[in-house]
């Protein structure tokens, strides 16, 4: 008789902690030596649902270059992590973190993208940063390229849709290799590679106004450029600090039929293989044949040279990772893909759904959890997970039980997985402290265990509080998830 012991909780040594990036908070955008970034020119959107990420024209990029102020560009703000990291690292610590997920701000290092030499100050910042983390024993993990670059680079090759990027950027990856080498235990190429296919904010290419066409076709070749990037940058780890790991990043939003009807099972799954193309590519080294023939029925055309077939195919990543907030919904007469949209597709009955109109799917967790296990047998990590929500800071406190909630029931899908079989390195929720919003760049929409006493107009005194929620994290991590 065959019979197993199912683990009850968490494995020892389970990465517990949370995640940030530095355009979301670190503010100081032109001191100490730093060059504008892509993240910097983009304005506050106007709506709450009305996303501003990727609204950025030729022409809205002169008036952002001309403007020395930080009103209309909150991510040049953030929460003024520079000058507060000692202090928020602490809260991080009084949690239990054992892992911290953060981003290396590229033109703080390269403030025009191919400086003859790096900005030391921008290194010494990062230096700062990984001592004290070590000083409480948190492991950090460093993402690469967190929805930013030297704006120098969309001026002088649009961004990654020229092929010069990869140059820049992996002298980029190696110079901070270098310098963090034994210090950085996990690293992590492109923040949510596959969101190139919106445009701006990841690919640095401006193409608003283009046609649909015209803009697939500048994504997928911006994005195979980062392939190749991510590639190279895996190689130079792996000789620089044979005992690092480096892996891939993901927005994983599992697509649901909308009914039994084969055709929308099969659209669903369409939608499904276009968001695992990209970790196909990083984790297994090739192009896969779906996404061959969907170029070649699109007529997009990806100009590859000579070597980069064998370079992705020598470099697969070590480890998965993706981000994780909602799921999605598709019928096979659907109008349209939402591509643009965070919230793609059509809305789910069974499930509730942020002020920002994200579905909440704890269960969607575990399925993803489990697609991505089975399909690439390589560790994961869910680097980001959590609940914008609009916070009210009474009397000094923050009774946020909807976010606890929110992470419990993501957690409990986490700990079925693992019993399911899956290999899980840790969990990085997303903002442990309240930071700018990505898609709106506004204050409003809080994430944190942490609040951040600062307004949508930048008005506030950057007090931090801790909310109802830091402490049910901290029980969480010192139980290893067993009290939940
Ligand atoms: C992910 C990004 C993060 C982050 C998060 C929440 O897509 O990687 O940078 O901000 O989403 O998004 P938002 O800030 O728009 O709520």
Known sequence: MYKKTYPKTFPKGFLWGGATAANQVEGAWNID???????EVVQKADDRRQMSMSDVTQETLQVALADTTVERYPKRRGIDFYHHYKEDI??????????????????????????????EAGLVFYDHVLAELAK???KPLVTLSHYEMP????????????????TAFNRFTET??????????????????????????ETGAIDKGLSKK?????????????????????KQLHEIDSTAKIGSMLARMQTYPATPNPKDVRAAQLVD???????????RGEYPEYMNRFFYENDIV??????????LLANPVDFISFSYYMTNVTAHDQVGDGAGNMAVGGRNPYLKESDWGWQIDPVGLRISLNTMWDRYRKPLFIVENGLGALDKLENGQVHDQYRIDYLRQHIEQMKESIKDGVDLLGYTMWGPIDLISFSTSEMSKRYGFIYVDQDDNGEGTLKRIKKDSFEWYKQVIKTNGEQL
Do not use: C
């Not at 809260?91 to 191919?114: D, T």
């Not at 697939?216 to 895996?234: D, E, K, N, P």
């Not at 293989?273 to 984790?283: G, H, I, P, R």
């Open 273 to 283: 293989e276009k968001n695992l193309f990209f970790t196909d590519v990083q984790a």
């Open 302 to 311: 990806i100009q590859m040279a000579e070597n980069d077939q064998a370079i």
């Open 176 to 201: 901070v290799f270098n310098r963090y080498k034994k210090q950085v235990p996990y690293w992590l190429t492109f923040n949510e590679i596959n969101t190139g296919t919106w445009g701006f904010h």
């Open 136 to 138: 409480y024993d948190i």
């Open 214 to 234: 015209e803009q697939l076709q500048i994504r997928y070749q911006a994005l195979h450029h980062q392939f190749v990037a991510s590639a190279i940058a895996t």
């Open 151 to 166: 704006i120098a680079l969309t001026q002088k090759y649009n961004g990654w849709a020229g092929r010069e990027t990869i």
């Open 33 to 39: 030596g730093k060059g504008m970034s892509t993240a």
């Open 90 to 119: 602490a809260l991080f610590a009084e949690m239990g973190f054992k892992v911290y997920r953060f981003s290396i701000a590229w033109a703080r290092i390269f403030p025009k993208g191919e400086d003859q030499v790096p900005n």
